[in-house]
């Protein structure tokens, strides 16, 4: 079993729907990071979250720490949050970088 | 635009063959990481260095190796190039306050490696 596991592996949905993708994690962490990895390849950091709640424009993450899960919300989607997104948990101190992904979740809106 | 540069974009090399990848950190940030991207294996860690220091090793091949210069960039060596070491390379960078938890990670654009 992977130490970082997100559900669904493929979404596709309508343009305007609501999205949620999850992740949930085995070890303990001092921080959890949602990505996202656009075709071209290159990865954005969308979200860094140690408790609760962040909000950024249409993209809400969650975090329940006692629970080991996280979970990527998007509102209102469109086409152009079409991308792959990537959950990553980070030890923290002298190991922050040492980030260990899940195997991400492919989104496709279509118009 | 992270602020993290990457070079080469894209490489073609023979299995057998030594590659250099060459990664400039955010202007400030001390911490470099880098990642291999595989289509079998994902997302991997492959080592940090902080201010010219290796600080963590992931699941990197003794036939790699990686260092951080005064000047903070950071280069990785892989050698006796393999078919399997084909992959897109991710350098990252953070830390402009020092290797704590709560700096976001900024990733470079990869370099694309094939090995033929």
């Known amino acids: 079993k992977n130490e970082v596991e997100q559900s669904p592996q493929n979404l596709t949905a309508q343009e305007g729907e609501f999205i949620t993708i999850n992740c949930s994690y085995s070890?303990?962490?001092?921080?959890l990071h949602w990505l996202q990895q656009h075709p071209g390849g290159g990865i954005v950091s969308l979200f860094m979250?140690?408790?609760g709640k962040k909000k950024h424009g249409r993209l809400i993450a969650t975090i329940n720490i006692q629970e080991k899960h996280s979970s990527l919300h998007i509102t209102a989607s469109h086409p152009r949050d079409s991308a792959v997104y990537i959950c990553?948990?980070?030890?923290?101190?002298?190991?922050?970088?040492?980030?260990?992904f899940g195997q991400g979740t492919i989104l496709t809106v279509h118009p | 635009d992270s602020g993290v540069t990457q070079t080469p974009k894209h490489l073609i090399t023979a299995t057998g063959q030594r590659v250099t990848l060459r990664c400039s950190p955010r202007?400030?940030?001390?911490?470099v990481y880098w990642y291999q991207q595989s289509l079998d294996q994902g997302l991997q860690f492959l080592i940090q260095y902080y201010n010219g220091e290796e600080r963590a090793k992931g699941n990197i091949l003794e036939r790699f190796s990686a260092q951080q210069f005064p000047d903070l960039h950071s280069e990785l060596n892989l050698s006796s190039l393999e078919l399997g070491d084909s992959a897109l390379y991710f350098c990252?960078?953070?830390?402009?306050?020092?290797?704590?938890?709560?700096?976001?990670?900024?990733f470079g654009e990869g370099s694309w490696l094939t090995v033929v």
């Open positions: 990553a948990v980070n030890g923290g101190g002298t190991s922050y970088g040492k980030l260990t």
């Open positions: 070890v303990g962490i001092s921080a």
């Open positions: 979250l140690s408790s």
């Open positions: 990252a960078s953070s830390g402009r306050s020092g290797p704590i938890s709560g700096n976001t990670i900024y």
């Open positions: 202007s400030g940030d001390l911490s």
